[in-house]
């Protein structure tokens, strides 16, 4: 959605404190978003079992083809499952939501691992669109900015692309995008960021470089 925005990182450390606030349900959510990267269906599509082996969190999730954008269209051959790790953020916000979840009978494997309180299905997009906006809201940031759910996917890209340094092609990979066009769409510059880059060229020194050398 080109509408929404990335967090920076003061902007993300201020919403994971803030979060803490909040159900753990809503915390996983937002997590999971924020260090997979899957977009909101895929991630709403999730069962308890695909990231839980009854004791731990599993080393990763996969999410099937039929569940990924255009799996289930004309050109579905051209897309497959995709697996992402599942980080010690990921582990440390699912293990105390799905002990909780064991303890009072809803932790089967099958069950929606982000269920609806309103139903036997899961979350809707919508729902889960306010859930992240609150928490978005509450750690201080504009209230009914461009905030929403794909805000956590394009933080997702935004940190995979500066802590690779700055490369593109894992980025794609990590992003699960078939164009580097597309991963593109989804980085911004900033002129804080420009404006580093700016002050670093004063920083290098090439080789055979004196200060103060002076053109004979």
């Given at each position: 959605?080109?509408?929404?925005?990335?967090?920076?990182?003061?902007?993300?450390?201020?919403?994971?404190?803030?979060?803490?606030?909040?159900?753990?349900?809503?915390?996983?959510?937002?997590?999971?978003?924020?260090?997979?990267?899957?977009?909101?269906?895929?991630?709403?599509?999730?069962?308890?079992?695909?990231?839980?082996?009854?004791?731990?969190?599993?080393?990763?999730?996969?999410?099937?083809?039929?569940?990924?954008?255009?799996?289930?269209?004309?050109?579905?051959?051209?897309?497959?499952?995709?697996?992402?790790?599942?980080?010690?953020?990921?582990?440390?916000?699912?293990?105390?939501?799905?002990?909780?979840?064991?303890?009072?009978?809803?932790?089967?494997?099958?069950?929606?691992?982000?269920?609806?309180?309103?139903?036997?299905?899961?979350?809707?997009?919508?729902?889960?669109?306010?859930?992240?906006?609150?928490?978005?809201?509450?750690?201080?940031?504009?209230?009914?900015?461009?905030?929403?759910?794909?805000?956590?996917?394009?933080?997702?890209?935004?940190r995979i692309f500066?802590?690779?340094k700055f490369n593109?092609?894992?980025?794609?990979?990590?992003?699960?995008?078939?164009?580097?066009?597309?991963?593109?769409?989804?980085?911004t510059a900033t002129?804080?960021?420009?404006?580093?880059?700016?002050?670093?060229?004063?920083?290098?020194?090439?080789?055979?470089?004196?200060?103060?050398?002076?053109?004979?």
């Open positions: 959605m080109p509408g929404r925005k990335a967090l920076s990182d003061p902007e993300l450390a201020a919403v994971l404190d803030a979060a803490r606030l909040f159900p753990r349900r809503a915390q996983a959510l937002l997590i999971l978003g924020v260090n997979t990267g899957y977009r909101i269906h895929e991630l709403l599509s999730l069962t308890v079992g695909q990231v839980w082996d009854g004791t731990t969190v599993r080393p990763c999730v996969c999410v099937a083809r039929a569940r990924l954008k255009g799996g289930r269209g004309s050109r579905r051959r051209a897309v497959t499952s995709r697996v992402i790790p599942l980080n010690a953020r990921c582990a440390a916000a699912l293990t105390p939501y799905l002990q909780t979840r064991a303890a009072g009978g809803t932790g089967h494997p099958a069950a929606w691992l982000f269920p609806s309180r309103q139903g036997q299905g899961p979350l809707s997009a919508d729902q889960a669109n306010r859930i992240v906006k609150r928490i978005i809201e509450a750690a201080g940031l504009e209230a009914g900015g461009p905030w929403g759910t794909h805000t956590l996917r394009k933080t997702y890209c935004r500066q802590l690779s593109l092609v894992l980025t794609k990979a990590a992003m699960g995008h078939a164009h580097l066009s597309t991963t593109e769409r989804y980085l002129e804080d960021a420009a404006a580093a880059v700016i002050k670093a060229l004063g920083e290098e020194r090439p080789a055979n470089f004196a200060v103060n050398q002076q053109i004979a």
